[in-house]
């Protein structure tokens, strides 16, 4: 074999060592980084609409003061709600009964305060609502998106 032909193979089998190496590890579950942090959210998906008679779901009761604070409703029913861990920087996808949302937990301020990230979309995957919100331990934060009708759907989240 002439001397081109070795570094040739040299040159492919220095090239192909890490990738091999990397599938290997691949399959590997990889231990969290130092500053990656999980928390437990909960998430209320809230159909708001005007009518005649004022009223709140039952299940909303938590979140019922804030809820009155919103004039351009004044019906609030809960539409599906979930629970989530959320690691830090990683969007987490929440399928709802009416749209869409991606939640994402940007930081831990302190003990009892999260920096989180909540985006609406439509049916169409349109981006209706981008917010970025302080969440302090067992409090609620809502984000909302008007229709054309005037209805909303809104989000309420709130984290341990």
């Known amino acids: 074999m002439s001397m081109r032909t070795w570094i040739a193979i040299s040159l492919v089998a220095a090239l192909a060592a890490p990738a091999v190496a990397d599938t290997a590890r691949a399959d590997r579950p990889r231990p969290m980084q130092a500053n990656q942090v999980e928390v437990g959210c909960d998430f209320i998906e809230i159909v708001a609409t005007s009518g005649k008679d004022a009223s709140v779901d039952g299940e909303l009761k938590p979140l019922e003061k804030r809820l009155k604070r919103l004039k351009n409703w004044n019906q609030f029913k809960q539409a599906s709600k979930t ?78």
Do not use: H
């Open 83 to 160: 629970t989530k861990t959320l690691a830090t920087k990683k969007p987490e996808k929440l399928k709802l009964k009416n749209f869409t949302a991606t939640a994402t937990l940007v930081e831990v301020v302190n003990k009892s305060q999260v920096r989180l990230n909540l985006e609406l979309e439509d049916g169409k995957g349109k981006v209706v609502a981008n917010q970025t919100q302080l969440v302090s331990a067992a409090d609620w934060v809502i984000t909302a998106y008007v229709q054309t009708n005037g209805d909303g759907y809104l989000l309420a989240a709130s984290c341990k």
